[in-house]
C-alpha cells in the first residue's frame, strides 16, 4: 500500500502505554505526534528517524512523512504535537516544507509544535553562526507565518559523494572556511545525537531515564515496526 511504503514516505507506529517495569512518572496516554521533514540529501532523513525512534521509545505515537509526499500527509488537527524538520541550502529551506506549513499554519500553531533546522552553520560556535541562523529561521517564520514554539539548531553531515562536481569543490571550499572536514574521500556527519535526544526529551516532557525503560516494556508486549 503506497501510504506505508517504507520511510520516507509515511510511517505510523506506537506503542500502547507504558508496561509494568515502566517507572511510575511515565506518560499514560501516549502523545500523538505528526513528524514532516525536508530533505535534499537525506540527513534530515535521517535526523527524523532518529526523532521517530525516539519518541516511539517514551511511549508515544508518530506519523512521520517527507514533505514531498504533501498529498498523503494528514493533517495536523488530528495530532497532538508537530514537529518539522528541514535543511538549510544556500540559506533556504526545502519548498515543499515551506508550502507545508504554509498550508496548515493555523492547525500547527495550535498544537505544541518545534522545528528542527539543520545545517552546517549549526556545526560553528561563533557568534556569527548563531546570527546567521537566525536570520535563516526569521525569513522562514515571514514566508511561512508560522513561529515555532521551540527551535533546535542541529548540525548536519557533509555528504561530499552525493555532490556534483561543483558542489563538492565548493563545499569543500566553505568547509575550510569554517574548520570542518575537507576530505572529499568520504562523507562526515556532524549531528550531535545525544544533544538532539534531549532536545526530544524534553519536548515532549519525558525524563531521559524513563525512556529505556519504556522501551523495554514496549518491546515486552510487542514488536514494533521502527523506522
Ligand atoms: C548545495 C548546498 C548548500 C548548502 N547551504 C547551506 C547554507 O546556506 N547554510 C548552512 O548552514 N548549511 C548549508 N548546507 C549544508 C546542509 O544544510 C547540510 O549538509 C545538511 O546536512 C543537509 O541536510 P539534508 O541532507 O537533509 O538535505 C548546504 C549544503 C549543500 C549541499
Not at 549531528?191 to 531515564?209: H, N, Q, R, Y
Amino acid at each position: 500500500m503506497r501510504l506505508l511504503r517504507g520511510f520516507g514516505k509515511l510511517h505510523q507506529a506506537g506503542c500502547n502505554g507504558p508496561g509494568p517495569d515502566a517507572q511510575p512518572d511515565s506518560p499514560v496516554s501516549p502523545v500523538n505526534v505528526l513528524l514532516v521533514y525536508g530533505t535534499s540529501e537525506g540527513q534530515t532523513r535521517k535526523i527524523a528517524r532518529f526523532v521517530s525512534s525516539r519518541l516511539l521509545q517514551s511511549g508515544q505515537k508518530v506519523l512521520t512523512a517527507d514533505a514531498r509526499e504533501s498529498a498523503f500527509i494528514p493533517e495536523p488537527r488530528g495530532f497532538d504535537a508537530v514537529v518539522l524538520a528541514a535543511s538549510l541550502h544556500a540559506g533556504h529551506y526545502q519548498r515543499p516544507i515551506i508550502d507545508f506549513v504554509k498550508r496548515n499554519r493555523s492547525a500547527i500553531s495550535g498544537k505544541t509544535n518545534a522545528f528542527l533546522s539543520v545545517s552546517l552553520t549549526a556545526a560553528g560556535s561563533a557568534p556569527r553562526d548563531a546570527a546567521d541562523l537566525a536570520r535563516c529561521v526569521a525569513d522562514f517564520v515571514r514566508e511561512t507565518g508560522w513561529t515555532p514554539e521551540r527551535i533546535h539548531h542541529v548540525a548536519g553531515a557533509l555528504r561530499y559523494s552525493t555532490y556534483g562536481l561543483f558542489t563538492r569543490w565548493a563545499m569543500k571550499r566553505i568547509a575550510a572556511r569554517r574548520g570542518g572536514p575537507t576530505d572529499t574521500r568520504r562523507d562526515h556527519e556532524l549531528t550531535d545525537w545525544d544533544d538532539l535526544a534531549k532536545f526530544i526529551d524534553a519536548f515532549i516532557g519525558t525524563p531521559s531515564a524513563t525512556v529505556g525503560a519504556h522501551a523495554q516494556a514496549c518491546r515486552s508486549r510487542a514488536p514494533l515496526s521502527g523506522p
